[in-house]
């Protein structure tokens, strides 16, 4: 199931390697006619477009779904292998490979003090790992899973609806896995730029919505807060610029309201 950006110019090659998918969704605006369409608003984010597909999937009589990038390509036996993960797991998800090669995301870990999350980028070879969230541009998990958990939160546009459905998962004793005989290779940022005030913008506002939803009371909550302003800030300068600084607090004061 692919939450497509609209026009994405990597869509095709993404499609074009799943050959051996039992089904394949596609979820955007304009039917590109390689798949199952389902339509969605200009405006809808990447939980909303998540969403939409696994519920077409669903409908369909899907037990389960693979949820991937537009930006990617999935290389040979990574479907069977997280198939077969799905045994062992309700979530899981790929080894996330750079374009040029080397391991992009190995998996997620979140601090459940500062709030932080960091990817992981040791390989894992062919092991499974446990973590505390996969990144969803691949991840496969169990429809029944989705539904119980209310599917994707869609207050969260663009960045960490991921981390939050995994969080979740874990409260309900689901420990999401890194499959490491999985291999997806990912371009990061191909159709929507990590470098724009907009991606600051979302930044700020997914990353706020995502540390008080974490336990604790107000002050565990300030110093998450206190994290988010000064490790995004520090982000936004070196990635957009002095001009992203400003989306990125309004993206900040949202997430508070």
């Known amino acids: 199931m692919i939450p497509a950006a609209p026009g994405s110019p990597h869509l095709p090659a993404c499609v074009d390697h799943l050959p051996s998918a039992p089904a394949v969704y596609v979820v955007c605006e304009a039917d590109p006619q390689l798949g199952t369409h389902v339509p969605v608003a200009p405006e809808a984010g990447f939980a909303a477009r998540a969403n939409a597909g696994l519920a077409a999937a669903h409908a369909d009589g899907h037990t389960a779904a693979l949820l991937l990038n537009d930006d990617t390509e999935v290389q040979p036996g990574a479907l069977e292998a997280l198939a077969s993960g799905l045994c062992r797991s309700r979530i899981v998800g790929a080894v996330l490979e750079h374009w040029g090669g080397g391991v992009q995301q190995a998996g997620?870990?979140?601090s459940r003090r500062s709030g932080r999350v960091v990817a992981r980028t040791t390989d894992p070879r062919s092991a499974d790992q446990a973590v505390d969230a996969v990144g969803g541009a691949a991840l496969a998990l169990d429809?029944?899973?989705w539904s119980a958990l209310g599917g994707f939160d869609e207050r969260?546009?663009?960045?960490?609806?991921d981390v939050d459905l995994c969080l979740r998962a874990a409260a309900r004793g689901v420990r999401p896995l890194v499959i490491g005989g999985a291999r997806v290779r990912h371009r990061g940022g191909g159709t929507r730029s990590h470098h724009s005030p907009?991606?600051?913008h979302h930044l700020g506002r997914s990353h706020t919505l995502l540390v008080r939803s974490l336990p604790g009371g107000p002050l565990a909550t300030?110093?998450?807060l206190a994290t988010v302003v000064g490790?995004?800030?520090l982000w936004t300068s070196r990635s957009v610029g002095i001009r992203g600084l400003v989306p990125f607090g309004r993206g900040v004061l949202e997430g508070l309201t």
């Not at 969260?156 to 609806?161: A, I």
């Open 143 to 145: 429809l029944s899973l």
């Open 156 to 161: 969260y546009l663009f960045y960490f609806e």
């Open 198 to 200: 907009e991606a600051a």
């Open 231 to 233: 490790a995004g800030a």
């Open 108 to 110: 997620l870990r979140v």
């Open 222 to 224: 300030s110093l998450r």
